[in-house]
């Protein structure tokens, strides 16, 4: 039976700092996750050759796959800390290996700042414009596949899976990344975003937008959530072709 194990952890002291690397030695315990060994080694943070250290830092909420904040790359799969199992990852081999996701910069240890895919959702006002607070009444009626499908897309939870597989995210290209291209369909379906479509379109036919997708599908594979990421990326292609088409008429 299994007593210890080990975890290899890519640190890093600060944003400006060069990443190093500390391994951890830990007891063996049934049902544990990646969490549960984060903090495991904050309550003894100690390496296995002996060395006192600080604990790891890592970002984490829900702890139930809903909040996206604990995206890490662990055993070169990036995923969430939250839903990954000790018992399934040492199938592998006796050492779990921990490492910040790369596609974004990181602040601490493996807590990154995902702070772009934020502010990719303001630079497409990905939200539902109202006149008023107050009641309206019933709201538009819209049928069960277009629901089913805006469902599907609505459960991404902006942990930046897609980003971090994604290879058109790198430091030679401006490309948005797939998350938000789910997001301005999800609110170009709705009746009332329908009306504040032909902004975000235009936002995503600009620098970094849709054609800086290479449909390598790489989203859709990582996504822990099942978003329908290329399906998405099709639509928002043909979407954004209709109106250049449309402007161009209008002129």
């Not at 019933?138 to 942990?159: A, Q, W």
Request: proline share 9%; charged share 20%; hydrophobic share 35%.
């Amino acid at each position: 039976m299994l007593e210890k194990f080990k975890v290899r952890v890519q640190r890093q002291d600060g944003p400006a700092t060069k990443p190093y690397t500390q391994t951890f030695e830990l007891p063996y315990k049934p049902d544990m996750n990646v969490i549960s060994v984060l903090q495991e080694i904050a309550a003894h943070p100690v390496t296995a050759d002996g060395q006192h250290t600080t604990p790891v830092v890592w970002d984490s909420n829900c702890l139930e796959e809903v909040c996206g904040a604990c995206s890490m790359v662990i055993n070169g799969f990036v995923r969430q800390a939250c839903s990954a199992l000790v018992d399934e990852l040492l199938r592998a081999g006796p050492v779990i290996d921990l490492k910040p996701m790369s596609k974004f910069p990181v602040i601490r240890d493996l807590f990154t700042d995902r702070s772009r895919m934020f502010d990719a959702l303001k630079k497409v006002r990905a939200w539902i414009p109202v006149d008023s607070y107050a009641p309206l009444g019933p709201g538009p009626i819209v049928p069960p596949e277009v629901n089913e499908r805006r469902y599907e897309l609505s459960r991404c939870m902006t942990c930046g899976c897609c980003l971090e597989a994604c290879p058109q995210i790198n430091p030679h290209s401006d490309f948005i990344g797939p998350q938000v291209i789910g997001q301005v369909v999800l609110f170009n379906m709705h009746p009332t975003g329908a009306m504040t479509a032909s902004y975000r379109n235009e936002a995503m036919m600009g620098p970094g937008g849709i054609t800086g997708c290479g449909n390598a599908e790489n989203c859709v594979k990582v996504c822990p959530k099942d978003v329908p990421l290329t399906w998405a990326i099709g639509k928002l292609g043909r979407d954004t072709t209709t109106h250049a088409f449309k402007r161009w008429l209008m002129r």
